[in-house]
């Protein structure tokens, strides 16, 4: 039953998306300074209303001293969100419900003000094989800057679970915390 369900869920967003009559990438430059690349697309599916996708991959950290300081090292994160335009879609303010789930070799904070802002107050040094799901929302402005150009500014937060081995290699469980977990000033180019 839950396959079929699935199965009925997918086929109706793929309907709507293929219907999409515009679609834009999307680039969060935020993103480097955090050791990883991002890309996404956003998708209108009816005059207010938004699906996006967005993946973010970390290939260096530029945080790492000597393993006192990291933030985070090497994964994966991917987001789906749904939008819904004040104006219409691509144009002014909007909220968004979004879902993020991630998967990172190492993870680690020490850095007291972003393991309690951005990780829940889940940041540990020598965590290894962190899983972590969030479910948040955001709120945003969409800039047009010209036909095809704009600036997407947002932030967003929810709840956060986490699970990790800590530096003994035991499986340690966050429970859920609140946690801002969204934060973008995203170029974006329409087609």
Known sequence: MKKLFVSLIAVFAMANISMAQEAAIKWNPLYLGLGSVNLGMEFSVAPKWTLAFEGTATIWNPWKNNGDNSIYGNGWMGTFEARWYTCEAFNGHHIGLY??????GQASSTMDFFNTLCLGGLGTAGATNLKVAMLGLSYGYYLKLNHGWGLDFYVGGGLLYGMWNNAKGE???SGIKGS???LGVVLS???
């Open 180 to 182: 801002l977990s969204r």
């Open 99 to 104: 879902g993020t789930v991630g998967r990172y």
């Open 189 to 191: 180019y329409k087609f």
């Open 171 to 173: 499986e340690v469980k």
